[in-house]
Structure formats: structure tokens, C-alpha cells
Nanobody, 125 residues
């Protein structure tokens, strides 16, 4: 069982930056691929970024965030991060972190076994 808690969301102006954190419970954090997803009002949950297990050798990004967002993980701290720069109003959403037993991470939300409660990111123009 893995419990995930996101933090770091909030209001920000367009062009600004935020760093989201995802703190995980349990001793097996390093064995999970981690992902970030987001969901805007009236829209489906969409993939943002994923990182493979144990140090995160493999990284994956949605095209809409590539070059602006960076996913990382610190297995010693049982924490995953999403650094976001150059934020746009269309990035406004609830951001969720998730853990998957697929060691390489996954683009698909159905592959994820554990989810956090989400953190709101609101980007104003």
C-alpha cells in the first residue's frame, strides 16, 4: 500500500513557476514508476509526465508541457516532484501524482495503482 500526498499548488501568474511535491509513504517507493496527471473542469484527466523507478532513468512528457515541466524523484526522501516553469492559463487544473507497478512509468492513468488527493494549480493571465 502506498499513500501519496501532493503539495505546492496555488495561484500563479502566467509565465510564473511552481514546484509540486508528492510525498509517499511506505518503504518501497523506489520500486514504483511515478506519474503526474491533471484534470481541468469539464475535461478528462490527462497525462502530464512520468518517471521510471529507482532513480528515474527514463522520463516521459506530454507534448503540451515538454520543455516547460520537469519530473524528478528523490528516493531517499520518498518524494516525486514536478517543476513547472513558463506556466500558461491552460495549465490550470488539479494536479495528481500517482504510483504504478510498471517500473518504467506509464502514459495511461489505468496503469496507476495509487493516487494522491490532488493539488490545485491556477494560472491567471
Amino acid at each position: 500500500q502506498v499513500q501519496l500526498v501532493e503539495s505546492g499548488g496555488g495561484p500563479v501568474q502566467a509565465g510564473g513557476s511552481l514546484r509540486l511535491s508528492c510525498a509517499a509513504s511506505g518503504r518501497t517507493f523506489s520500486s514504483y514508476g511515478m506519474g503526474w496527471f491533471r484534470q481541468a473542469p469539464g475535461k478528462e484527466r490527462e497525462f502530464v509526465a512520468a518517471i521510471s523507478w529507482s532513480g528515474g532513468k527514463h522520463l516521459y512528457y506530454a507534448g503540451s508541457v515538454k520543455g516547460r515541466f520537469t519530473i524528478s524523484r528523490d528516493d531517499a526522501k520518498n518524494t516525486a516532484y514536478l517543476q513547472m516553469i513558463g506556466l500558461k492559463p491552460e495549465d490550470t487544473a488539479v494536479y495528481y501524482c500517482a504510483a504504478t507497478k510498471h517500473s518504467s512509468g506509464s502514459y495511461s492513468y489505468i496503469d496507476y495503482d495509487y493516487w494522491g488527493q490532488g493539488t490545485q494549480v491556477t494560472v491567471s493571465s
